[in-house]
C-alpha cells in the first residue's frame, strides 16, 4: 500500500506538537504547557456579535466570496496601511483558514522542485513541512543559543545561494519568544533586495512583545515591497484558535496564483470565522473582556519564576515576544523526545521536545505557558516533585 501512496507526503511528518497532545491522551490527568492554545475565552463582544448576525443575517451559513467578505479584507488593508504598508483589498488580500493555509497555499505557488527556502533553526516545524511537500528544499540557518537565540549574519548570508527562492521570518519567534533586532531584518531585506528572493513573514504574533517598544518589522522597508508576503492570523490576538481564519498578503502576480491553490482545497474560510475576524477589528472590547496581551505578560513572569526554582534542572532565556520557551534540561543524557516522554508519564505534565523545532532545539523542551495559571503552578508543583527522583 505505501507504494502507491505520493512520495509528497510520505517526506513530511505529523508535527511533535501535535503528536505530543495525542500521546497524552492515555496518560490521566496530564497537563498541557504543549500546544499554544490561550486559555481564555474569545472576548465577548465577538461572541456576541456573531450570535447577533447568526440571528438576523442571511449570509453567515453560506459560501463567501473566495477572496473572503470585502468588508474584512478592507479592514485588514486598513490595518495595514497604519503600519506603513499600502496595500488593496481586491489585489493584495485573501482570507484563509488561519496563518496556516496562508503560508500553504504561498509556498505552494512560488517553491519549484529543488527550490531552497532559509528558515530558522530553531523555528517552527510545519514551515519545514510545508517545503518539503512542495518539493523544495529546507535551508536551516542555526540562531545563536549562547547570544539568545540571536541571528547570525553571516551564517544567514552563506546560507543563500542562486537557488534560494525565499526566507520564512516569525518574529516573535515560535519556540524561542525572541524577537529579530532591527539590525537583523536590515541584514534580511538587503540581501532580499540584493538577490531578489522572497521575504514570508510569520506574522502570527507580530502583537505580543513585552516591551514598551514597537517590534522591528519586515513591513518597513519599501525596497522588497514586491518580494514581500504576509501571513497572519487572528488565533493568538483575539483567542480565537478554533475559528480557524487569518490572512495572505502578497505583490498582486503572486496572489493570483495563491488564488488557484485556495479555491481548489477550500474554495474560502469559513464565512462565520469571517465576520467574527471583522468584528475583532471593528468591535469595542466590553468590561469583561481579559487583556489578552496583559494577561499572557502576567503569565510569563510566573513560568519564569517557576523555572528559576529549577535552576538544577533548566535553564532558558527569558521570552521577549509570544508566549514560548525553550527551557535546555540538565541532570540527563536523554534526547529531547525521550525527556519529553518521560516527564509526560512521571510528572504526567505535557511539553514539546526541541528537536522538534530544529537540530538545534536538541536538549531542550518548550513551554507554552497559554495554559490557566492554575495549569502552569499545578504543572510545576508536579515538575518539582519529580525532579526529586532524577
Known amino acids: 500500500m505505501k507504494n502507491n501512496l505520493s512520495k509528497r507526503v510520505q517526506n513530511i511528518k505529523v508535527s511533535a506538537i501535535r ?35 447568526l440571528n438576523e443575517s442571511d449570509k453567515i451559513g453560506k459560501y463567501s466570496l473566495q ?25 493584495n488580500i485573501c482570507i484563509t483558514t488561519g496563518a496556516m493555509e496562508a503560508l500553504a497555499i504561498v509556498i505552494s505557488s512560488i517553491v519549484d522542485e529543488g527550490d531552497e527556502v532559509i528558515v530558522f533553526d530553531p523555528g517552527y516545524p510545519s514551515h519545514v513541512e510545508q517545503i518539503l511537500f512542495a518539493e523544495g528544499v529546507p535551508v536551516p540557518v542555526p540562531l545563536d543559543a549562547k547570544q539568545g537565540w540571536k541571528l547570525n549574519r553571516k551564517e544567514f548570508c552563506d546560507a543563500i545561494t542562486e537557488k534560494t527562492k525565499a526566507v520564512i521570518v516569525c518574529s516573535p519567534s515560535n519556540p524561542t519568544g525572541t524577537i529579530f533586532e ?46 514581500l508576503i504576509l501571513c497572519s492570523s487572528f488565533s493568538k490576538e483575539f483567542a480565537m484558535t478554533g475559528w480557524r481564519v487569518g ?14 491553490v485556495h479555491d481548489a482545497f477550500v474554495i474560502c474560510a469559513p464565512t462565520i470565522s469571517q465576520y467574527a475576524a471583522l ?27 517557576r523555572l528559576d ?58 513551554f507554552s505557558y497559554g495554559a490557566s495559571i492554575k495549569t502552569i503552578d499545578e504543572a510545576f508543583d508536579r515538575i518539582e516533585e519529580w525532579n526529586k527522583s532524577l
Open 309 to 366: 526554582k529549577l535552576r538544577d534542572l533548566f535553564s532558558y532565556v527569558k521570552p521577549q515576544g509570544a508566549y514560548y520557551l525553550l527551557a535546555k534540561y540538565k541532570k540527563t543524557n536523554l534526547n529531547s523526545w525521550k525527556f519529553a516522554l518521560k516527564m509526560l508519564k512521571e510528572a504526567r505534565v505535557i511539553s514539546v521536545p526541541g528537536s522538534a523545532f530544529g537540530s538545534q532545539g536538541e536538549g531542550y523542551i518548550r
Open 19 to 53: 503528536q505530543m497532545s495525542l500521546l497524552a491522551q492515555s496518560v490521566q490527568g496530564a497537563l498541557s504547557l504543549g500546544q499554544g492554545i490561550p486559555d481564555m475565552k474569545t472576548p465577548a463582544y465577538i461572541r456576541e456579535g456573531v450570535i447577533e448576525l
Open 67 to 91: 477572496p473572503g467578505v470585502p468588508e474584512l479584507k478592507r479592514s485588514i488593508a486598513n490595518r495595514l496601511f497604519s503600519l506603513g504598508l499600502p496595500a488593496d483589498p481586491d489585489k
Open 247 to 260: 490572512y495572505l498578503y502578497a505583490p498582486e502576480a503572486i496572489l493570483a496564483e495563491a488564488m488557484k
Open 182 to 227: 532591527r539590525e537583523d531584518l536590515d541584514t534580511i531585506a538587503e540581501l532580499a533586495r540584493q538577490y531578489g528572493f522572497f521575504v514570508i513573514c510569520d506574522q502570527t504574533y507580530e502583537f505580543l512583545s513585552y516591551e514598551e517598544k514597537t517590534i522591528p518589522s519586515m513591513l518597513g522597508y519599501p525596497a522588497i515591497r514586491n518580494n
Open 279 to 305: 468584528i475583532a477589528l471593528t468591535g469595542k472590547p466590553k468590561p469583561e473582556d481579559v487583556d489578552i496581551k496583559a494577561e499572557l505578560a502576567k503569565k510569563r513572569e510566573i513560568i519564569c519564576s
